[in-house]
Nanobody, 118 residues
């Protein structure tokens, strides 16, 4: 079982920046994608973006496109979510997940809280 641990969450002012990390351990060779999701209280879990580990192609949801960037550190088996121009509506618990080739989710991290103050 792949284990995922998110970190880097915190409180930031609107317009500010924050970088989240997702560290993967276990049989990471089996992962096709690493993805970011977020969930605000009382809301559905929302897809944020994903990284193709074979091509390094990234895909971002329209709500964050142009503001968020996904990158990786192969040596540390870590994926990053660089968030800029943060808005109060970005406030949520952010989760990472590993996915197979057809995007089926294999496992979830525990999540990290991001709070953007207005």
């Amino acid at each position: 079982q792949v284990q995922l641990v998110e970190s880097g969450g915190g409180v930031v002012e609107a317009g500010g920046s924050l970088r989240l990390s997702c560290a993967a351990s276990g049989p990471t060779f089996s992962i096709w994608y690493l993805a970011w999701f977020r969930q605000a209280p009382g809301k559905e879990r929302e897809f944020v973006g994903r990284l193709n580990l074979n091509t390094n192609h990234t895909y971002l949801a329209g709500s964050v496109k142009g503001r968020f960037t996904i990158s990786r550190d192969n040596a540390k088996n870590t994926m990053y979510l660089q968030m800029s121009s943060l808005k109060p509506e970005d406030t949520a618990v952010y989760y990472c997940a590993d996915q197979g080739r057809t995007f089926v989710i294999n496992s979830w991290g525990q999540g990290t809280q991001v709070t953007v103050s207005a």
